[in-house]
């Protein structure tokens, strides 16, 4: 079992910035992937980024340049760190872990508002 705990979010500005926090449990260096998804109202939940137990990451197209997705040193937290942000980013922020076992496990999201 793994506890999946975002945090973060927030209100700002457009062109501002923001840091998210996923939490796991056990620590995410144990896990094989971690991945941070968003979904607005109305909207199919979409993938965002990813770190991969490598420290290997990715990151879908609009957020390129902008998100980084980084491991803390106490290697129990992922950082999603969001700058330039648009009101196109506002959405609720969920962590995925994937174990290497291949099951997932999710957090329960945190909101990131961007206005205008």
């Known amino acids: 079992q793994v506890q999946v705990v975002e945090s973060g979010g927030g209100l700002v500005q457009v062109g501002g910035s923001l840091r998210l926090s996923c939490t796991t449990s056990?620590?995410?260096?144990?896990?094989?992937?971690i991945n941070w998804y968003r979904q607005a109202p109305g909207t199919e939940r979409e993938w965002v980024a990813q770190?991969?137990?490598?420290?290997?990451?990715s990151y879908t197209d609009s957020v390129k340049g902008r998100f980084t997705i980084s491991r803390a040193n106490d290697q129990n937290t992922i950082y999603l760190q969001m700058t330039g942000l648009q009101p196109e980013d506002t959405a609720v922020y969920l962590c995925?872990?994937?174990?290497?076992?291949?099951?997932?496990?999710w957090g329960r999201g945190t909101q990131v508002t961007v206005s205008s």
């Open positions: 770190i991969m137990n490598s420290a290997d990451t």
């Open positions: 056990p620590r995410t260096s144990s896990l094989r992937t």
């Open positions: 995925m872990c994937i174990t290497f076992s291949s099951r997932t496990y």
